[in-house]
Every structure is written in C-alpha cells, then in structure tokens.
T-cell receptor
Framework: ETGVTQSPTHLIKTRGQQVTLRCSSQ?????VSWYQQALGQGPQFIFQ???????GRGNFPPRFSGLQFPNYSSELNVNALELDDSALYLC???????????????FGPGTRLTVL | GDSVTQMEGPVTLSEEAFLTINCTYT??????LFWYVQYPGEGLQLLLK?????DKGSNKGFEATYRKETTSFHLEKGSVQVSDSAVYFC????????????FGKGTRLHILP
C-alpha cells in the first residue's frame, strides 16, 4: 500500500469526448508524474508537476494537460479523445525534497480508460 | 533515441527455480538503470537500481548488475517463490538535460507451486 489512490478505477468514453482522471498523493508528496501504459507496453511518461507547475513533459500532444492542487491531489485531462488513448493511466508521487526521477516514486494502481 | 529491450514473456517457472530476466539498453552517455515490479492489482514498485557501471542493485533476493560493456542489466534471483509472480519492468534514465524515465515493455513472470 503506497498511499497513492486514483479514481475512477475504470472509465469508458467515446471518441472526441473529454476525460478527467484524478490522483491523490500522500501528504507531503509535492511532485506528481503521470504515465500512459498501453496494453502489453511499459509506462510512457506524460508529464510531471512540482509545486503546482508543469516541470517536465514527454512526447504527448497539448490535448493532454494536467493540474496539481495544494492538497496533494492532481488531475490528468485529455481532450478530443482518440481510440489510441485507450490505456492504463498511472500517477506517481514523490516526497518533498525528492523531485528527481532518481528518487523512488510511489505509484497508484491506475485508471483503465477505454475509448470506443 | 534511448530505449530498453526486455525478454518477452510470459516466463513460467517452478517454485525454487533460478530466474533470469534479460534487459539490454541503448542510451547516450551513462544512464541509471532500474527494475520495477507490478504485482496483480497494485501499482508499480521500485525493486532495485544501479547508477553506474559495475554497480549491483539488490532487494528481496533479486539482483542486477550494471554491465556497461554489454549494455545490460539482467534481473536474477536464485530461488523464486509463488509470491514473485508479477510483471517486471526494466527502465533507464539518461544523463542528459531531460532526465525522463524510459520503461521496457515488461516481462510477465508466473511461478508454479
């Protein structure tokens, strides 16, 4: 049990719709990263937030956006959903003072998004 | 670009067997290397890591040695248990300005009692 929770567990959307996924980190974890894990693939880094600002991004288009809140929760928003967006979305957090990828990340169980 | 290649699964072994999961990498410079594990229904967990050549990471009976000459970071365990059944991911972070983590595709391990 890492203390990182995600909601919802599963979600079904149709192409063109918008979706918001949520993550709640442990108290004191002020860095959060989001990943996309397609079926049979490893996680791919989407972006990272530190102190409520984006401070790193992978190769994902602008329709993937995020927010981080002072209460250690965060959101991943995806606009104009495409079929290829179907995947498991993971969030991971790090404690204060540990905002490098070299430090251990604590992952949530993920949200399974299906786009029809 | 940087990448990680793992042996394809699933890997099925009997309890107490010796385990090796192969991992090789391509990267500029000298990356740091990681193994993560994903147990059924749980999030990924860091299993072990190594930050420079010839370093050996170890945890829970698992070991992996950073081999620069063969660009490899193979995961080994001398005697596996049923509870080791999970998906294992090899990953790297390059020593460049964008130190993002890159994962392999994962190897599913089944241990039979």
């Amino acid at each position: 049990e890492t203390g990182v929770t995600q909601s919802p567990t599963h979600l079904i959307k149709t192409r063109g719709q918008q979706v918001t996924l949520r993550c709640s980190s442990q108290s004191g974890h002020n860095t959060v990263s989001w990943y996309q894990q397609a079926l049979g693939q490893g996680p791919q880094f989407i972006f990272q937030y530190y102190r409520e600002e984006e401070n790193g991004r992978g190769n994902f288009p602008p329709r993937f956006s995020g927010l981080q809140f002072p209460n250690y929760s965060s959101e991943l928003n995806v606009n104009a959903l495409e079929l290829d967006d179907s995947a498991l979305y993971l969030c991971a957090s790090r404690p204060k003072g540990q905002n490098s990828f070299f430090d251990e990340q604590f992952f949530g169980p993920g949200t399974r998004l299906t786009v029809l | 670009g940087d990448s990680v290649t793992q042996m394809e699964g699933p890997v099925t072994l009997s309890e107490e067997a010796f385990l090796t999961i192969n991992c090789t990498y391509t990267a500029t410079g000298y990356p740091s290397l990681f193994w993560y594990v994903q147990y059924p229904g749980e999030g990924l967990q860091l299993l072990l890591k190594a930050t420079k050549a010839d370093d050996k990471g170890s945890n829970k009976g698992f070991e992996a040695t950073y081999r620069k000459e063969t660009t490899s970071f193979h995961l080994e365990k001398g005697s596996v248990q049923v509870s080791d059944s999970a998906v294992y991911f090899c990953a790297l972070i390059s020593m460049n300005r964008d130190d993002k983590i890159i994962f392999g595709k994962g190897t599913r391990l089944h241990i039979l009692p």
